[in-house]
């Protein structure tokens, strides 16, 4: 006969940066419903590899996505969403979770508005 026994732990610091796990009652950080949309990640994943080459971790696009094993094309797709106004890639940023079905937001809808080199017609299209 075998029994089960769940407990919840956090994880701590203790002295000196030495890291602890501690008994809880209740989970420390509750995981909200749903899950963040695919153009939310890519919009993060973007802003990540520009300060990547900005800080010279990467010398360029052509290293992450040979580091990363994706195209080169791939790599240009999500860098392309930098070319948003910053209205429009903070909604990306903030929208709400997906809790069933499709994104309502997909990078397919959202690289032509980047193509657009005017912000001011890039909210336009984006109102639309």
Same mark, same amino acid.
């Given at each position: 006969?075998?029994?089960?026994?769940?407990?919840?732990?956090?994880?701590?610091?203790?002295?000196?940066?030495?890291?602890?796990?501690?008994?809880?009652?209740?989970?420390?950080?509750?995981?909200?419903?749903?899950?963040?949309?695919?153009?939310?990640?890519?919009?993060?994943? @973007?802003?990540?590899?520009?300060?990547?080459?900005?800080?010279?971790?990467?010398?360029?696009? @052509?290293?992450? @996505?040979?580091?990363?094993?994706?195209?080169?094309?791939?790599?240009?797709?999500?860098?392309?969403?930098?070319?948003?106004?910053?209205?429009?890639?903070?909604?990306?940023?903030?929208?709400?979770?997906?809790?069933?079905?499709?994104?309502?937001?997909?990078?397919?809808?959202?690289?032509?508005?980047? @193509?657009?080199?005017?912000?001011?017609?890039?909210?336009?299209?984006?109102?639309?």
């Amino acid at each position: 006969m075998s029994r089960t026994i769940t407990k919840k732990f956090t994880e701590t610091n203790g002295r000196c940066g030495q890291r602890r796990m501690e008994e809880c009652d209740e989970d420390p950080r509750p995981v909200p419903e749903g899950r963040l949309p695919r153009i939310t990640k890519l919009m993060a994943l @973007a802003i990540r590899f520009e300060k990547l080459i900005r800080d010279g971790v990467v010398e360029n696009q @052509a290293e992450i @996505a040979q580091l990363g094993m994706i195209s080169r094309a791939r790599v240009t797709q999500i860098m392309n969403l930098l070319n948003l106004a910053p209205e429009i890639q903070e909604e990306i940023l903030f929208l709400p979770r997906v809790e069933k079905g499709k994104d309502p937001v997909t990078l397919k809808g959202v690289l032509p508005v980047a @193509a657009e080199v005017s912000w001011e017609r890039q909210l336009l299209i984006w109102k639309s």
